[in-house]
């Protein structure tokens, strides 16, 4: 799964691909304004270069994507990310920041 951070909003690209999870984040958009737009989302936080997603904002982007079966690989990504460390405290799965501007961010 992309979520794709721009200056219109947030959307979830590729919600199918429940085997990799990372945030893009175009239109120049700096890391307070990814935060922001996150947070208006309900969907997350940014802290120390990662975005960290509530699986449930993930599941409200996904829309009619969210079928049971999707719904059992989240939890299987979920319990992946779990095993490798990449779930915060609060349950937020760590996603990977790419920004269009090809600097380093964080």
């Given at each position: 799964m992309i979520v794709e951070v721009t200056p219109a909003g947030v959307?979830?690209?590729?919600?199918?691909?429940?085997?990799?999870?990372?945030?893009?984040?175009t239109g120049?958009?700096?890391?307070?304004?990814l935060a922001q737009a996150?947070?208006?989302a309900q969907l997350g936080t940014v802290d120390g270069g990662h975005a960290f997603l509530r699986p449930?904002?993930?599941?409200?982007?996904?829309?009619?994507?969210a079928t049971p079966a999707w719904e059992a690989?989240?939890?299987s990504m979920v319990d992946y990310a779990t095993?490798?460390?990449?779930?915060?405290g609060n349950g937020?799965?760590?996603?990977h920041l790419?920004?269009?501007?090809g600097k380093a961010h964080g």
């Open positions: 959307r979830l690209l590729n919600p199918d691909d429940t085997k990799r999870l990372h945030v893009e984040v120049g958009l700096d890391g307070g304004q996150l947070q208006a449930a904002g993930l599941r409200g982007l996904a829309g009619d994507a690989e989240l939890a095993s490798k460390g990449w779930v915060d937020c799965l760590q996603a790419e920004f269009d501007d």
